[in-house]
């Protein structure tokens, strides 16, 4: 592990801004246990030729662990002091006045999806795969390389300093679209129900570098108006919850203040997008339907911090073009039927 003091001063300046918080923000009859989910390669070797190993420790460990340490600060002796970092988002997106724990709840889970589709063993699609299938029929699209010049596309119309995620994801008809998130954005959660991975399985979404508190003997607590289900205490929500459109661009200019936002609403509603906007070839007589239920399949953060060190200040479509053949594209292949099986009961 590289020392802080051989770092560029662009991780260096988040290694200091770390705070000792982390480790000490629990009352002292409870223990930690520290849960961290390893991602599927060796963060000092990096992931040539996308991220290099200081690159990478700026968007894995430094940035991640500086995402969760203001966290644990924020919900220090708040009721949500004990929750895991989804159950967080889930309970904070009920309350605009918590819009800040909302915040760094969103962008621990985004990073670390984006991360979790990364790979030392990248694959390419399979020809003959749903997925690709689906690209194929797609009039706009067509083809790989297709899809991949509108995401790019997406992605070059964003502000040079944009913190935001571009996501590429599915709805339960097999339509495929490309959606931003912004500041506080998220589609892996809608109504507080999961809508990323493992949501189709009922298993709890873990957060890269997450920390749960627990008593000896006691599994984690799952909040109030949710049940654990008997495979691994996973937290589930009625079917309601995800009736309501999961498509959510917040743009940066749209954003409410907390105190200018009625207590009813969710966070999660807010810059709801018109699917048809976003959707590739979506057939009219689905449009019904069309939003209720997605499932992103992978995305790409682009925040500065996670291309500046190997690509400077002015490098990131590089960083994007390069982003293509980091990721684990069987993985996206998986996740796009298992969706699909999840929805359809295909």
Known sequence: MASIRTLPSFSRQLARSRSPAVASFLPSQRRLVHHRVPPAFDVEKGLRPFLGPENLRTVAVDWQDGVLARLNELTRGTEYENMSVLQTLKQSAMNPAHALIFNYASEALNNSFFLSNLSDKPTQPTPNSNFSQQIAATASLGSFPALI???SAHVSGLHPSSGAYVWLVTDPHGNLG???????????????????????ASKDLRVLGEKVEVKDGEAPPVPAGETASAAGGAATTGAAAAAGSAWQTVQPGSQRQASQTPVGDSLLKDGALDPSKILFGAKQHHASSIGQSIHPLVCISTHPHCYFEDYGLWGRDEYVQKWWGAVDWHKVEQAYDQFRIKQQGI
Not at 178 to 200: F, S
């Open 149 to 151: 010049s509108h995401f």
């Open 178 to 200: 490309v959606v931003g998130t912004y500041a506080g954005g998220t589609v892996l959660v809608r109504e507080r129900a999961q809508m990323g991975p493992g949501g189709y």
